[in-house]
């Protein structure tokens, strides 16, 4: 009797020990279907965000030297929103202060046929509005250029419309308005290709981040970036250059900058 009592007892805790075994396993497989759904998800999202394109946060801080009494020295920081469609569109928006009360708001937006080799034929239209508070006045200048790009290359032309006036016009004095047309043009040459994860350039250009100007007030620029391989996604910004002033048949220096920032895949 007390041997059956054992027998009895021992196949209870096999039964109780594989019952515990087979609800282990369940648990462990649901878990792992969980992740294995769960990984179908972030790469199903991955997929569908880069067939959206990508969308950058960039942001930039830098300092101005200019011949302009108005805005002689000064720092600006730059907030901008970018967002790429793959090769077919690309759509740019921003907000740049600075120290002297100058604030500039642009917004632009290309539109591009992609060919073999990474070429790209586009069509740009800029739109840039700034407010210089401390001269009373502000201004609306607008663009619409053709641009070719490739990895060593890229050149926009095309033509610009600027309109000035005051901001506050007192009692005794008169509104004035400025309206002027000109070609814009924008040249850069790069060092490596599109693809490398580093890059140096040179530009000269009447159109560029906050600028829409006439073509005698040209631009040499030079840039740079570099591609953190540890942080995929963030690239690092550099700029500097000088503005001239063509007046009389002569170029004149006209101010220089400088600036440094970074762009993030959000």
Do not use: H
């Amino acid at each position: 009797m007390k041997f059956k009592c054992i027998l009895t007892l021992m196949a209870f805790a096999i039964t109780l020990s594989a019952s515990a075994n087979t609800s282990r396993d369940s648990v462990d497989a649901d878990w792992e279907r969980e992740v294995e759904r769960f990984m179908f998800e972030m790469n199903q999202r991955k997929q569908a965000s880069t067939n959206r394109g990508k969308a950058y946060f960039i942001g930039v801080l830098g300092y101005n030297n200019s011949t302009n009494e108005n805005r002689r020295n000064y720092v600006k920081s730059d907030i901008r929103m970018q967002w790429d469609a793959r090769d077919w569109v690309s759509i740019l928006g921003g907000l740049r202060a600075t120290t002297v009360n100058m604030y500039y708001f642009t917004f632009e937006g290309t539109f591009k046929i992609p060919f073999e080799s990474g070429q790209t034929l586009g069509l740009k239209n800029k739109y840039l509005y700034k407010i210089y508070a401390n001269e009373n006045l502000n201004a609306l200048a607008m663009c619409l250029a053709a641009e070719y790009v490739q990895d060593y290359i890229s050149l926009t032309l095309g033509g610009m419309g600027q309109f000035n006036t005051q901001l506050i016009v007192g009692k005794d004095a008169k509104r004035f308005m400025d309206w002027r047309w000109s070609m814009v043009y924008d040249l850069r040459l790069w060092c490596m290709k599109r693809s490398s994860n580093w890059n140096l350039g040179l530009a000269f250009s009447n159109l560029w981040a906050y600028t829409i100007d006439t073509w005698e007030n040209p631009s040499f620029l030079l840039k740079a970036w570099y591609d953190f391989r540890s942080a995929e996604g963030i690239r690092l910004l550099i700029e500097g250059g000088c503005n001239t002033r063509i007046a009389n048949g002569t170029m004149q220096y006209s101010g220089a900058w400088g600036e440094i920032g970074v762009r993030c895949r959000i």
